[in-house]
């Protein structure tokens, strides 16, 4: 099952959801994907034959808006021989009623190049009447030898506010130093 929890109308409202969503706003928004290292199973990936990819629960930011997956999910493949491809997810501003705001599904095709993603302008002014669409690569993978292979993940865990601050400290440190020294000099 999955949950959007900072878009318009979510009703599941947490509070650790919350402090998550919060830390997000230290980070760039307009590149803010990424998953919370930490939480859940990380979005783990775990191949079921040649029928799918099941991915595992964790917290997700996609262009600022926070997704948790509760469950695992299952995403379907079509397995074809030779085709390569990507676990997609799809969030939607103002999708029509009854439909999700984030969706996962699997797209194929002969090469990556192939896959086209959809990328909106999430942030439009228009973005919470008109439905603006953004879908993001969370793997890729490959179908070889009546099986699904080469897994490999491509959203970045979210660095820390810590690590954040420690890097900010660093960098005055090392300006200070510099300032000392042309004073010095």
């Avoid at 775990?46 to 509760?70: D, P």
């Avoid at 939607?92 to 302008?121: F, G, H, M, Q, Y």
Wanted: with cysteine; aromatic share 8%; proline share 1%.
């Amino acid at each position: 099952m999955i949950k959007s929890t900072t878009f318009k109308s979510a009703q599941n409202f947490k509070a650790n959801l919350y402090a998550l969503e919060v830390k997000s706003r230290f980070i760039d928004q307009n590149n803010a994907n990424g998953f919370y290292i930490g939480y859940g199973d990380e979005l783990s990936a775990t191949v079921i034959g040649t029928s799918g990819i099941k991915i595992g629960s964790g917290a997700f930011l996609i262009q600022g808006r926070m997704v948790e997956i509760v469950s695992a999910e299952t995403v379907s493949i079509a397995y074809e021989e030779g085709k390569v491809g990507y676990i997609v997810c799809r969030i939607e501003t103002n999708p029509a009623e009854n439909v999700p705001n984030c969706t996962l599904a699997a797209r194929t095709a002969a090469s990556l190049s192939d896959i086209s993603l959809t990328k909106e302008d999430v942030y439009a002014y228009n973005s919470e009447d008109t439905n603006k669409v953004y879908e993001l690569a969370l793997y890729s993978f490959g179908m070889q030898n009546t099986a699904i292979n080469n897994v490999v993940k491509l959203i970045s865990g979210i660095a820390e506010i810590s690590k954040i601050k420690t890097t900010a400290t660093e960098a005055k440190s090392t300006a200070d130093a510099a300032s000392d020294a042309a004073s010095n000099a």
